[in-house]
């Protein structure tokens, strides 16, 4: 598949040696995924997830300092092994959020006997995604990939 | 079912003489559709519908003085016969729209051999639910309503 750069797009891709069934389940089980999200040094101490179209996604990230970061969405497509899409634009029962502000896709193929992993974000208007960019997107999302490939290829039974 | 009003919500409910399957169809057919969407005076001379969630959405609406007002959105959620929603907040493939201004839900529930149809639009913030009722969201709605009753107490067979 080749992406065609959505307008107001960030994305982060890496060549993982992972089947993807394994990436899928970091991302979609939250006693897994607690061990990878977020930046170095923060740690994850919640995550929900209701894993259906329309179904709640909520993590909370702590920094060292005791700072907290929650963030909360719903999915917007679920195709396993291969694509999750989420947003918070949306409060579950499809309730507009307070902002608006990204939609994430990660997509997952096969490539040479790995997995190609994309991440976008896609932002409703330049402004967001050159705010995102500013927070850290790409050293954020990358370092949580850092954290989520070391899982997969070294701390999860197959 | 009752509702709790969302923040920056619009609606519309009637109690309509006919089964709830009748009108879910009249909302998801486009050949039934184009006979009742818009106010009293326009015509919808185009109707296209994917009728799956992530789904595109669009109608062409067209006034006696030959001023188009196009629409665009996607299906977020499709429970026949009881429940619909749509947002304008994406284009097909989850990319974000220009603006997200709406998400519209429609809900059919069976009351005393009727059915109770309730219709609400639902904003990202007081501006622009205010710019959605000073558009005439009422008198709109509740004319595109009109027509729909109309059709589906009369105009469709069984």
Redesign the interface.
């Known amino acids: 598949m080749n992406f065609t750069p ?1 307008a ?1 797009e960030l994305s982060i891709s890496r060549l993982i040696d992972a089947p993807r069934q394994k990436i899928f389940r970091a991302w979609t089980e939250p006693a897994l995924l607690v061990q990878w999200w977020g930046p170095h040094g923060m740690t994850t101490p919640e995550c929900e997830m209701d894993l259906w ?2 179904g709640q996604f909520r993590t909370l990230m702590r920094a060292p300092d005791g700072s907290e970061y929650p963030t909360m969405g719903v999915f ?2 679920i195709v396993a092994p291969r694509r999750l ?1 989420f ?1 918070d ?2 409060m579950p029962g ?7 502000f990204m ?1 994430a ?1 990660v997509v997952l193929e096969e490539e040479g006997g790995k997995t190609r992993y994309t991440a976008r974000a ?3 208007n330049e402004e967001d995604r050159q705010a995102h960019e500013a927070m850290g997107f790409h050293d954020g999302w990358g370092q949580s990939l850092d954290r989520l490939e070391a899982l997969v290829t070294q701390g999860m039974p197959d």
Request: proline fraction near 5%; charged fraction near 15%; hydrophobic fraction near 55%.
């Open positions: 959505a107001f179209v329309g917007l497509e899409v947003t634009a949306f499809w309730v507009p959020s307070g902002k608006a939609t896709e896609l932002h409703w």
